[in-house]
């Protein structure tokens, strides 16, 4: 069941990608999801990239997954089961038609606010500033995160290097590049799109022979 669900949600993602943030499955695991959001460019994470798992349990969508962010944040305890209304902590307000995109929209909407909740940290805006300029320098060294998101560390590099020569658009505080428009580039988002198309191919891949013990070799078209 929510192998099938997930597998059309990986598809919808390859063809229409969230702005600011991006979510691809672990390759040998349709039911863990890796996400990265880049922080809100009129708030205190400003400049941070934030990495985190989603766990779908295998009723999806008729129950919801637990969430956790493991990029210090400021806001949430890292890898801890964060206490969401789309959570597993409340399964009672869960909605199965509910997404992975709008899980995603309300994650991101739920950290610029200051409610607290199970999971959440207090912390003052420089500190969440800090955090936000580290934040690369932690993602970095998480194996999953360097797997998943190759073309997010290269346009980091990319920018910070601009930035450090006096080219692009600035740098936030500590160093980390931010955009002007508080997004990635269109470029980037070229990239992040065909990576995560190549992603998807590999995880379908996967999951075909895996469910039916077939290597499938039709082409990207089974997946787009």
């Given at each position: 069941m929510a192998v099938a669900r997930l597998q059309k949600e990986l598809k919808l993602l390859a063809k229409d990608p969230l702005p600011s943030m991006l979510a691809r499955p672990h390759p040998n695991n349709l039911l863990e999801?890796?996400?990265?959001?880049?922080?809100?460019?009129?708030?205190?994470?400003a400049g941070?990239?934030?990495?985190g798992k989603i766990i779908f349990p295998k009723e999806y969508p008729f129950k919801p997954p637990s969430i956790m962010m493991w990029t210090p944040s400021?806001?949430?305890?890292?890898?801890?089961?964060?206490?969401?209304?789309?959570?597993d902590f409340h399964p009672e307000s869960w909605n199965p038609m509910w997404s992975l995109s709008s899980i995603m929209s309300g994650l991101q909407s739920f950290m610029v606010e200051s409610t607290p909740t199970q999971g959440s940290v207090n912390t003052t805006n420089a500190e969440k500033r800090q955090l936000a300029a580290a934040s690369m320098a932690h993602n970095v060294k998480n194996a999953t995160f360097r797997k998943l998101y190759p073309d997010v560390i290269e346009a980091h590099a990319a920018a910070a290097a601009?930035?450090?020569?006096?080219?692009?658009?600035?740098?936030?505080?500590?160093g980390t590049p931010t955009r002007v428009a508080g997004g990635w580039?269109?470029?980037e988002m070229v990239k992040h799109a065909i990576v995560g198309v190549a992603?998807?191919?590999?995880?379908?891949?996967?999951?075909?022979?895996?469910?039916s013990g077939e290597d499938d070799d039709d082409g990207l078209d089974a997946v787009l």
């Open positions: 999801w890796h996400y990265c959001l880049e922080g809100a460019s009129d708030t205190a994470y941070g990239t934030y990495h400021g806001r949430f305890q890292p890898n801890t089961r964060l206490c969401l209304s789309m959570s601009a930035a450090a020569s006096g080219g692009g658009g600035g740098a936030a505080r500590g580039t269109t470029l992603i998807a191919w590999m995880v379908y891949k996967n999951v075909r022979r895996l469910t």
